[in-house]
């Protein structure tokens, strides 16, 4: 591939470091600075550079608007575009820069992120984009295949089936009677986690917790690695060479068997499987075959729904919501800016208006927050009353609208738990056609679920081509790896440093995929989300403004009534309550619905 790159000469140092990084990447560019010497036709080359380039990048600044050059050069990309099919990327030096109109539905790079633009850039011209990209380096697939099958042992009995595959080869295999009873004691004890319902570390002692799930993966070791699986699978681990990525999938058609908490498996050595640095774990459902379904165009849309009902109507504990949801908007800040992810986050959680967020767009992740049991969600009505769902309840007013949902995140306690009787959260989400669900195995602390979130969404809005088996294994090492450090600089903070790498799993019903079609021109959401207001009135982050979602609510549940020809709030209390910082968020929301502020 040869790229041609288009620029304004006041950014040509800038240009230079991303010409040296898209060489040293393998990618061939067509840069003036090389291609045009003295006393050579400058238009002549120019036309030569765009004719003999299968791409174009253009660099926007603020300097690019003022170029004459740039301006033909980009006019000469976008009709090679149209015309010829080539690819033509935008990368932005300025993240306020002015960007063409015909360029706007296309997603945009910062000039530094140089992986995401080589893999955009090998990527983009698959329409749908392939499982796998040249920028991902070589992928070494595990399987490890849980079944249950009738066996003769005197007389006909069920037993569980465990192979663990690599390719073509048997790494091994065995057949069980039943759950071995220190893999089942171990669950039980790694579902009680914290206090059920509270997210609160500190009724849990961090040393008796460590020990617990260390038993509980050296357990699930000979039943999950028999054989000469487990020294073969370590071998795979150790022996990779760099760029290669170990993906094991657990697999089963058995809610009791895919439900076990196999991120918490560890190797002979004690290692913890799931945060071996080229390691990549997931849960896959055999039920039922899932087709592959059609990715949707960017930019990345997430839609937030937070259930908090109001502290005089739930017994359950508060939970730090805000920070959580200032965790998501800082993660993706650099990619919202450039227009390629945004985020909307409702005021009322409940399923009637996440359904109506869905009738309006088509999002890729639906992230709750909430309080969770298994096979229930605590959300909220438009009274600020609890309201306890199913992922039947909760899917029911998306099916109306026909949206697909590529990704549900369970921010939850138990999101993952069956209780015997009823299957957890995430199996009735897949067997009802979630492709992909990210959910907790046990209770989850405040700190951890903040912090995953924020991780998560980082690394998942770094990638050209999200795919969220990579951005789940990067968040969970980069925080047992934050936790370790707090331990071994005598942090004493339990909230800080509980054991938790193995609580979050990602269930899958096909094959590890995408979550967006970057060769798609971007959909953006209708009306974008807005973060200001210009004026006097205080605009704060969300993690300033603790206590005052049933104002907000309120407020907002005032001015939308449409059964009122005239509507207004009056907000009253003794200075320094959020009056204001509730009037700036109110004023936010409604310019969202295109109402004049």
């Not at 380096?137 to 595959?165: C, F, N, Q």
């Not at 089942?184 to 799930?213: K, M, N, V, W």
């Not at 913890?272 to 896959?284: D, F, G, W, Y």
Request: glycine content about 8%; hydrophobic content about 40%.
């Amino acid at each position: 591939m040869r790229v041609f790159l288009s620029h304004a000469s006041p950014d040509k140092a800038r240009v230079v470091e991303l010409d040296a990084a898209l060489r040293a990447r393998g990618i061939d560019t067509w840069f003036d600075k090389w291609e045009i010497h003295s006393g050579d036709d400058f238009v002549a080359k120019i036309n030569e550079g765009l004719d003999a380039c299968d791409a174009g990048i253009v660099v926007l600044s603020h300097h690019t608007a003022k170029s004459g050059w740039v301006t033909a050069e980009v006019s000469a990309l976008i009709h090679a575009s149209i015309e010829d099919g080539k690819l033509l990327l935008p990368i932005s030096l300025d993240d306020d820069a002015p960007v063409p109109g015909l360029l706007r539905p296309r997603l945009r790079r910062g000039i530094d992120e140089h992986d995401a633009i080589v893999e955009a850039l090998l990527g983009r011209h698959a329409s749908p984009p392939p499982t796998r990209r040249a920028g991902e380096g070589r992928v070494e697939k595990v399987i490890v295949r849980l079944g249950k099958e009738t066996v003769r042992l005197g007389r006909e009995e069920e037993a569980i089936h465990v192979a663990v595959h690599a390719g073509d080869a048997l790494l091994g295999e065995a057949r069980f009677e039943e759950i071995p009873a220190d893999v089942l004691t171990g669950y039980e004890r790694f579902r009680e986690g914290f206090r059920i319902g509270s997210r609160d570390p500190l009724a849990a002692d961090r040393s008796r917790r460590e020990a617990q799930i260390n038993e509980l993966g050296h357990a699930l070791r000979p039943f999950c690695l028999p054989g000469d699986a487990s020294e073969a699978v370590t071998e795979l681990v150790d022996g990779a060479p760099v760029g290669t990525t170990v993906e094991i999938a657990f697999e089963s058609d058995r809610p009791e068997l895919l439900d076990l908490p196999f991120d918490a498996l560890r190797l002979e050595d004690g290692r913890l499987l799931s945060i071996a640095p080229n390691v990549v774990t997931m849960c896959r459902d055999r039920a039922g075959s899932m087709p592959p379904i059609e990715k949707l165009a960017g930019p990345l849309k997430i839609l937030v729904a937070v259930g908090a009902p109001d502290e005089d109507k739930s017994s359950t504990v508060v939970l730090d919501q805000e920070r959580e949801l200032q965790n998501i908007l800082d993660a993706v800040e650099g990619a919202r800016r450039r227009e390629n992810v945004e985020v909307r986050i409702l005021e009322v959680g409940s399923p009637g208006q996440i359904g109506a967020a869905f009738e309006r767009d088509a999002y890729h992740v639906l992230h709750l927050s909430c309080h969770g049991r298994p096979g229930m969600l605590e959300l909220e009505n438009e009274d600020g009353e609890p309201e306890r769902v199913t992922a039947t309840e909760l899917l029911a007013p998306i099916k109306k609208t026909g949206r697909l949902v590529p990704l549900v995140f369970l921010n939850c306690c138990h999101g993952a738990v069956n209780d015997g009787d009823t299957a957890s959260l995430a199996s009735e989400l897949l067997r009802a056609g979630v492709p992909s669900v990210l959910a907790m195995q046990t209770a989850v602390s405040d700190h951890y679920a903040s912090q995953l979130a924020r991780a998560f969404y980082q690394h998942l809005a770094a990638r050209d081509t999200p795919r969220p088996t990579r951005a789940l294994a990067a968040a969970r090492r980069e925080l047992e790896l934050a936790r370790r450090q707090a331990i071994a600089q005598g942090q004493a903070n339990p909230v800080a440093t509980q054991p938790e790498a193995a609580t979050a799993t990602l269930f899958l019903t096909g094959d590890d995929a995408v979550l967006m079609n970057p060769s798609l021109d971007g959909v953006p959401l209708q009306s974008p989300p807005v973060y200001e207001v210009s004026g006097p009135v205080p605009q704060l982050r969300i993690d300033d403004l603790i206590g005052r979602r049933k104002e907000l609510r309120e407020t907002l549940g005032i001015f939308r009534d449409p059964s009122r020809q005239v509507a207004g709030v009056a907000l009253t209390g003794i200075g320094g309550v959020g009056k204001s910082a509730v009037a700036g968020r109110v004023m936010q929301r409604l310019k969202e619905d295109a109402w004049i502020v």
